[in-house]
């Protein structure tokens, strides 16, 4: 139950609203307590001002204690008070009613201040209701005598208040609690169900259906920025999915035409018991030819495997660009020269550079290789070498037939290969790709600069790091 997000939701919700309800609570039960205390010790005070005010008029007009004590119960009528007056010797001089000084052990009220009025709660010493009690000591003329003046009230009434408001708050709080606890209930799986349906959706998206989306109800808010996310995604794994099977077509048709090669030389050998030494030499290098386009497809295939994996480690290592241009460059010769293709080298700066020397020769070296292919016998590939806004910029001209238009965004894919105009001894279109990527590990760029059908000329972009 609780793996829910929705109960949690609730349960979180109605806990804290819970806890707020009773803090709540007892704020509001406290306040009221001290505002029914305030209440009664301002009338038990304005009670003890009427005694000590009257008391002091009669004992002006006659002067005798007792007398002016009881004159001065009768003349104040507070029937929710008892008024209890004491002389400094402690005896009663007079109560209302009558009895109530029986409530009190006035012998520890001595010892204040006169003038002084401290207020308490007192437990009535017949088992009685609970009192709170002002007991004022003051000296009164004309003789200066020393009285101390009790008035009380029951707590009862006052206690009974507080115990219905304690009642009410003890319903209304695990009521509010539990109203809240439905309505989170609610809310949460209002709010929640767009989520529910987009996980059902998600569910229902698989290999065979990766062209349907989510529904976004409404893109602006949070669950609709989700679900846009999402689809986001699926549309990535979705070209990520088609790049794949492309992938794995390409490659079962690149890897199917050199062994049928094979097979069918080897048959055709075979179907003969006896042949000329000439005709095993022809098969053979037949065979060795499409041994090596196979090695070399299954190693661009791996390699490139690797670096999607990110498991290429850079052997970085300082180097010249113009004397490793130069080396390749040499290398291509032997190539170009089988088909009167000449390589010039135009320009050439100096260029130490930081990286993985033999990962860029392989770059160059791609790049050479594509411009002798599709350069026509007597053309003419340059390679130059030149700083460029801080950067080295690389550039491999050729004089072939060019790229055409529609095919210039594709021909950094892996595989792509474009057949019109061009000699059927293409290779398995993964050069260009592994050019790229070795292009950009080292934080560069390779890109088709221009193509006519004059010619074309890439430009590799090689940041010039700081030298370590």
Request: glycine share 8%.
């Amino acid at each position: 139950m609780f793996d829910s997000v929705r109960v949690r939701i609730s349960l979180w919700y109605t806990g804290i609203l819970a806890l707020l309800l009773l803090s709540f609570s007892a704020g509001v039960y406290v306040v009221l307590w001290r505002n029914f205390m305030e209440r009664a010790d301002s009338v038990l005070r304005s009670v003890s001002s009427a005694v000590v005010s009257i008391l002091g008029k009669e004992l002006s007009e006659n002067g005798l204690d007792d007398l002016a004590a009881r004159d001065t119960v009768k003349a104040l009528n507070f029937p929710e008070n008892s008024i209890v007056i004491i002389d400094g010797a402690g005896d009663v001089l007079a109560d209302r009613p009558f009895g109530s000084h029986r409530q009190f052990d006035w012998k520890g009220f001595q010892g204040l201040a006169t003038g002084e009025t401290r207020i308490e709660n007192h437990a009535s010493s017949a088992g009685g209701d609970p009192l709170r009690v002002a007991i004022t000591h003051v000296s009164l003329p004309p003789m200066d005598r020393q009285y101390t003046i009790l008035v009380s009230r029951s707590l009862t009434p006052l206690l009974g208040e507080l115990a219905a408001d304690r009642r009410i708050l003890v319903i209304a709080v695990p009521l509010g609690a539990l109203l809240a606890g439905a309505a989170g209930w609610f809310l949460a799986r209002k709010s929640l169900a767009p989520v529910l349906a987009m996980s059902q959706q998600a569910h229902r998206i698989g290999v065979e259906n990766l062209g349907e989306r989510l529904h976004v109800t409404n893109p602006r808010d949070e669950l609709g920025r989700l679900a846009a996310t999402f689809n986001e995604l699926l549309t990535r794994l979705s070209g990520a999915f088609q790049i794949q099977r492309r992938f794995m077509a390409d490659a079962s048709h690149e890897l199917r035409t050199p062994i049928s090669v094979v097979r069918t030389t080897a048959s055709v050998i075979l179907s003969k018991g006896s042949r000329a030494e000439e005709e095993y030499r022809n098969a053979m290098a037949v065979v060795e030819s499409q041994a090596r386009r196979l090695t070399r497809i299954v190693d661009d295939m791996l390699r490139l495997a690797r670096a999607d994996a990110g498991h290429v480690v850079l052997q970085s290592r300082l180097f010249h660009l113009d004397e490793m241009l130069l080396e390749t460059v040499q290398a291509a010769v032997v190539l170009a020269s089988q088909k009167e293709v000449a390589i010039e080298v135009s320009e050439l700066s100096e260029g130490p550079f930081q990286g993985d020397e033999d990962l860029l020769r392989q770059m160059v070296m791609n790049l050479l290789d594509n411009a002798v292919k599709y350069t026509p016998p007597r053309g003419k590939i340059e390679v130059s070498l030149s700083s460029q806004n801080g950067s080295y910029a690389i550039r491999v001209a050729d004089t072939g037939c060019g790229i055409p238009a529609a095919a210039q965004s594709h021909i950094f894919e892996r595989f792509y290969r474009v057949e019109q105009g061009r000699s059927a001894a293409s290779g398995a279109g993964l050069g260009l790709a592994i050019a790229l990527w070795i292009a950009e590990i080292h934080s560069g760029s390779l890109e088709l600069e221009r193509s006519t059908p004059e010619g074309s000329v890439f430009r590799a972009l090689l940041p010039r790091l700081p030298v370590t």
